[in-house]
């Protein structure tokens, strides 16, 4: 079986990543779209691009599925995030008589959630970090494991991911006021309690194993990095490991597949403390975002290995790795406040080149940065002979990279690459960075400093070169579909931004950032309302532009110092409204789903200041 004809059920670089793919095999890539990405570089570089149904996303599993038909896709790559970890809609393409490209619904079943994936490392015989896999639903129970365990502890929600859904508890006392059970239980959720391990690395293996029993470490990768759990730069191989610990890691990660009769790419993900402890994490079942560094050092398209393993091959001949690779996640968050979201117009954009250097990035100039996906704007991958080069050459990519209209978290990774702590191991031989550097070293220091207005220093890129061609080429959709046209200067209105033409481009394009909703000023509320009145005692306001997901307080509701109030989500990452003092809640105009921008009003509440007794 070959796979001919693939529909790419992701955007951004990722899509653009398998398309490429696609497109060295020589099959046909087929690519949903929703109406801001009609212009993106995935859309153009993809052989077929096909609409949205209006009003749906690319979570709509129905959608993607009737697309999938009608266009003939005889496979379905669900890139990662979105519907990649959708057991149902894995079913659902299966039973349509379409290759899925990633392991079986029943694997996902096995590894999906937090709970899961315990039960099937303890079955696996791979000790996952020190907690209890059945469901949490009481203080004491916490209370009772921390007396062994000692704090702080974590209760997570067993569909959470990336960093969402952790309470971190500290003693006693937090255990009995917090939130989490009730909140698990108004939302239908699951939690369980783990040790939370305040220093390790984080460890992970790119893996694969094919439908006759195969398997493969591709490459081992540190993923220490994070800041709330959220990666921030990778590297392949993972560098300064103890005596022993590649062999146990390559046994654990072949032992949890083989428990399930995983068949496809995955990543194990496991945690390294200072004594040598090994404790399984999890399990990702698809592609993870930094697999570009395990390509780089091994030589191996983790793409093509996915399809060929879908077709029913064999994984092949797996390359030992060679050299050294980083990746550079560049996100709209600015180091100067603590990576707080950035959001606006990138209004100038340029990637770095030269030897050893790879750029996935599925954004251009002009594009709109908004809330409702993740911040990551590309990758920055940076090769070299050793580690030692790969960051000299990755310190000259941030040099040359230009990012303007919105803030990029370049000057965090320049701090990073000029620290001992990451560039020299230590007296032992081994590195001193743990899942917890960057938000307890590096931030405070960076937030404390003024951050450069951008981390470059480049000279202004020269002026375009007018193109004297008599034919120009729009992009347009005809019948819900993304082509091509190509007609002679001067037949249509002449170029103006105003109505959505780009005389830089010569495209027909819309309006960046219009979307058919109420357009909103710079700072806050919709056009021709109030603005943010967040000096107002009382008030509380929206730091970012972001999506309210939960409501914790009720009008007449008496909240102290510190009590949570709202729960934002802004590019995947959750962010907590506390309460600024004392006081009753006298309304809330918000609700959840709600999408705010900096300065809305969340919530407002009677204090001492602004008690009715006194106005």
């Keep these: 079986m070959t796979l001919s004809r693939i529909l ?3 955007r951004g670089e990722i899509a653009l990543r398998i398309v490429r793919t696609a497109r060295d095999l020589g099959a046909t890539s087929i ?47 669900p890139g990662y995030g979105f519907l990649s970890e959708d057991a149902d809609f894995a079913r659902s393409i299966i039973e349509a008589g379409i290759t899925w490209v990633g392991p079986s619904p029943e694997a996902m079943d096995a590894l999906g959630d937090k709970m899961s994936a315990r039960a099937t490392a303890e079955r696996a015989k791979v000790a996952p970090v020190p907690g209890i896999t059945d469901s949490v639903t009481d203080a004491e129970t916490v209370i009772s494991f921390a007396g062994t365990h000692g704090y702080p502890v974590a209760l997570k929600r067993t569909d959470g991911g990336g960093g969402r859904g952790i309470t971190v508890l500290h003693n006693d006392d937090e255990v009995r006021s917090t939130p989490a059970f009730e909140s698990a239980a108004l939302r239908g959720g699951t939690l369980i309690l783990e040790r939370f391990v ?31 759990n959220q990666k921030l730069l990778e590297e392949a191989p993972a560098p300064f490991l103890p005596e022993g610990a590649h062999g146990r890691l390559v046994e654990a990660s072949r032992r949890l597949l083989e428990t399930v009769d995983y068949v496809g790419v995955a990543t194990c993900e496991f945690l390294l403390t200072p004594e040598d402890d090994l404790w399984f994490l999890e399990v990702n079942p698809r592609l993870q975002v930094e697999h570009c560094v395990s390509e780089e050092v091994t030589g191996i398209d983790l793409v093509e290995l996915q399809l060929r393993i879908a077709e029913g091959g064999h994984l092949g ?26 959001t606006g117009a990138i209004t100038r954009l340029r990637w770095p080149a030269g030897p050893g250097i790879r750029i996935e990035s599925g954004v251009t100039e002009g594009d709109v940065v908004t809330p409702m996906f993740d911040p990551m704007l590309a990758k920055i991958v940076v090769t070299g002979a050793t580690r030692e080069q790969a960051i000299a050459r990755a310190r000259r990519a941030l040099r040359e990279t230009v990012v303007e209209g919105v803030t990029v978290c370049t000057a965090l990774h320049a701090e990073v690459l000029e620290r001992p702590a990451f560039t020299n191991p230590d007296a032992s031989g081994r590195l001193k960075v743990t899942t917890r550097w ?34 120009s080429s729009y992009i347009i959709e005809l019948n819900g579909r993304r082509m091509q046209l190509t007609l002679p200067d001067g037949i249509l209105a002449p170029s103006n931004p105003a109505r959505g033409f780009s005389p830089r481009s010569n495209r027909a394009q819309p309006l960046r950032g219009r979307s058919g909703g109420t357009t909103r000023s710079a700072r806050g509320g919709a056009s021709g309302e109030t603005e943010s009145t967040s000096s107002e005692p009382g008030v509380i306001a929206a730091p970012m532009q972001a999506i309210v997901t939960r409501i914790c307080v009720e009008p007449g509701q008496q909240v102290c110092q510190g009590d949570l109030l709202v729960v934002l989500e802004s590019m995947k990452m959750e962010n907590y409204v506390h309460a600024p003092s004392d006081g009753t ?31």
Excluded: K, W
């Design 585 to 615: 809640i006298s309304e809330i105009p918000v609700g959840a789903g709600r999408t705010v921008s900096a300065g809305d009003v969340l919530v407002r509440m009677h204090t001492p200041e602004n008690s009715p007794e006194e106005a």
């Design 8 to 10: 790419v059920a992701n």
């Design 438 to 471: 960057i938000e307890n070293e590096v931030l405070p220091e960076l937030a404390d400093a003024d951050a450069p207005a951008d981390a470059d220093g480049s000279q202004a890129a020269p002026e375009a070169v007018t193109n004297p061609r008599t034919r």
């Design 317 to 342: 001949e797996i390359n030992e790795p060679r050299g050294h690779s980083l990746e550079l996640r560049i996100t709209c968050e600015d180091p100067s406040r603590g990576l707080a979201p950035s």
């Design 31 to 77: 690519l949903p779209y929703t109406p801001e990405d009609l212009m993106s570089p995935a859309a153009e570089l993809a052989d077929e691009a096909y609409a949205m149904p209006e009003g749906s996303s690319y979570t709509d599993a129905a959608a993607v599925l009737e697309l999938a038909r009608t266009t003939g896709a005889d496979a379905v790559h």
């Design 198 to 228: 305040t220093a390790a690395r984080h460890i992970e293996t790119q893996c694969a194993r094919d439908s006759h029993g195969g398997f493969a470490v591709v490459s081992t990768r540190d993923c220490s990095l994070q800041r709330r």
